[in-house]
C-alpha cells in the first residue's frame, strides 16, 4: 500500500490529500482541542494540512508527525517550513507502530484517514499506548468507505478497533459520525488509561 503514496502517484495523492482532508483535519483538531503547550503527535500527516493547523494553534508547545511515506514528509516539510525552522514541527518518516519518542511523551495524538492505514492495528495501539501520557487523548476521522474496505463494514472497524485500544490500555472509548465530507466521515476517540 505505500506505493500509492510514494514516487509520482504519491506526489498527485498527496495533492488531492491537501485540499480534500482541509475539513476532516480541522474538525479532528476541534474535537482534540489542544493547549497551546502540548505536544502532539501526528499519525500519517500526509501532505501536512493537520501539521500546519495545528501548528498555528500551537504556540508554545510541538507537533511532531510520523508517516511511512517519503513523498508525504518532503510534501509536509515545505508546506511546514517555518515552523520546523523554530522547532515547533518534526516529522519523521516512520510507521505509527515505531514512534522514534520515549515514553508517556505525547499530551494527545490525533490521525486524519490514517489509521485503517495501520497494520497490524493491535501493534500501533500498544505502540501509541507507550508514547502518549496517562489521560492522553487520541481522536481519529477516516472516511467511511475506508473503514468499510478495511472491515466490510464500519461497525466492524469500530468493534475492531475498540477492542485493540482497550486491549492496549484505552479507555472512554467512542465512536461518532462526523460532519466533514458530508458527514461520510467516522470519528473515534479514546484516552490514554
Same mark, same amino acid.
Given at each position: 500500500m505505500a506505493s500509492v503514496f510514494d514516487g509520482a502517484a504519491g506526489a498527485f495523492v498527496a495533492w488531492v490529500m491537501a485540499r480534500?482532508?482541509?475539513?476532516?483535519?480541522?474538525?479532528a483538531i476541534e474535537r482534540l482541542a489542544p493547549a497551546a503547550d502540548h505536544h502532539v503527535l501526528v499519525i500519517g500527516f500526509g501532505p501536512g494540512v493537520g501539521v500546519r493547523l495545528l501548528a498555528a494553534r500551537m504556540t508554545a508547545g510541538e507537533v511532531v508527525g510520523v508517516d511511512p511515506s517519503t513523498t508525504m514528509a518532503r510534501t509536509a516539510a515545505? #508546506?511546514?517550513? *517555518?515552523?520546523?525552522?523554530? &522547532?515547533? /514541527?518534526?516529522?519523521?518518516?516512520? =510507521?505509527?507502530? %515505531?514512534?522514534?519518542?520515549?515514553?508517556?511523551?505525547?499530551?494527545?495524538?490525533?490521525?486524519?484517514?490514517?489509521?485503517q492505514l495501520c497494520e497490524p492495528f493491535a501493534a500501533t495501539c500498544a505502540e501509541l499506548a507507550r508514547v502518549l501520557k496517562p489521560g492522553a487523548r487520541l481522536v481519529g476521522l477516516t472516511h467511511d468507505w475506508a473503514l468499510a474496505g478495511?472491515?466490510?463494514?464500519?461497525?466492524?472497524?469500530?468493534?475492531? #478497533?475498540?477492542? *485493540?485500544?482497550?486491549?492496549? &490500555?484505552? /479507555?472512554?472509548?467512542?465512536?461518532? =459520525?462526523?460532519? %466533514?465530507?458530508?458527514?461520510?466521515i467516522v470519528g473515534l476517540t479514546a484516552r490514554r488509561g
Open positions: 480534500a482532508n482541509r475539513a476532516a483535519e480541522a474538525e515545505r #508546506a511546514n517550513r *517555518a515552523a520546523i525552522a523554530v &522547532g515547533r /514541527v518534526a516529522l519523521h518518516v516512520a =510507521r505509527a507502530d %515505531a514512534v522514534p519518542a520515549p515514553d508517556a511523551t505525547f499530551d494527545s495524538a490525533i490521525a486524519v484517514n490514517a489509521l478495511r472491515a466490510g463494514s464500519v461497525g466492524a472497524w469500530n468493534a475492531m #478497533a475498540g477492542a *485493540a485500544l482497550e486491549t492496549a &490500555g484505552f /479507555v472512554e472509548i467512542a465512536a461518532f =459520525r462526523g460532519r %466533514a465530507e458530508r458527514g461520510k
